[in-house]
């Protein structure tokens, strides 16, 4: 199972917004909409921001939303943050062997 | 509080065995949770590796890993366990444990994980 497809890097001033993309297939992003997305600081544990391609967990930031459109899932950011710089991670529910597929990572940096 | 605590990580040798560990508490272990395994090779993404359901009934493995990797859980001990054989190089990473519940498909709770070196 080959990993989703993101940028390496996506970077903005803050206040600015951005928006990270998640490409996979019709066996994963497009066909389930169970994509979410992890924020990841250096040295940290995965921290869940958006789950079920929409849904943002409570106490998560209202300035993280994600959409779907075929086969590619998208993490916006509004207002960019200094500490929303991190490396951030979509996942999806695969059917190839049942199992769970994560995305290249894209690192984003607050300039 | 949730808290999802790794342990067992080595370095171990190529063709050597690891078992680890990951000790959950502030939720009720048994109660329809899925846990999982992930790992993060260094400087590198996240791969999931392995997960068992709430009662060991259904049990899943990453192609890389399977035949030399068996996960398994024992609700007593609130604790989630991960045996790796025929280790390799690549297999040297980072190993996260992650909860789910039953009817959902994401992580919603990590533990900081603990590191595994396959080295000679």
């Known amino acids: 199972q080959s990993a989703l497809t993101q940028p390496a890097s996506v970077s903005g001033s803050p206040g600015q917004s951005i928006t990270i993309a998640c490409s996979g297939t019709s066996s994963d992003v497009g066909g389930y909409n169970y994509v979410s997305w992890y924020q990841q600081h250096p040295g940290k544990a995965p921290k869940l921001m958006i789950y079920?391609?929409?849904n943002r967990p409570s106490g998560v930031s209202y300035r993280f939303s994600g959409s779907k459109s075929g086969n590619t899932a998208s993490l916006t950011i509004s207002g960019l943050q200094a500490e929303d710089d991190a490396d951030y991670y979509c996942?999806?529910?695969?059917?190839?062997?049942?199992?769970?597929?994560f995305g290249t990572g894209t690192k984003v940096t607050v300039l | 509080e949730v808290q999802l605590v790794e342990s067992g990580g080595a370095v171990v040798q190529p063709g050597g065995s690891l078992r680890l560990s990951c000790a959950a508490s502030g939720f009720s272990f048994d109660d329809y949770f899925t846990m999982h395994w992930v790992r993060q090779a260094p400087g590198r993404g996240l791969e999931w590796v392995s997960l068992?359901?709430?009662?060991?009934?259904?049990?899943y493995y990453a192609d890389s890993v399977k035949g030399r990797f068996t996960i398994s859980r024992d609700n007593s001990r609130n604790s989630l366990y991960l045996q790796m054989n025929s280790l390799r190089g690549e297999d040297t990473a980072i190993y996260y444990c992650a909860r789910a519940t039953s009817w959902d498909y994401y992580f919603d709770y990590w533990g900081q994980g603990t590191l595994v070196t396959v080295s000679s």
């Open positions: 079920d391609v929409t």
């Open positions: 068992i359901t709430w009662d060991g009934g259904v049990i």
């Open positions: 996942s999806s529910y695969t059917s190839i062997s049942t199992s769970y597929v």
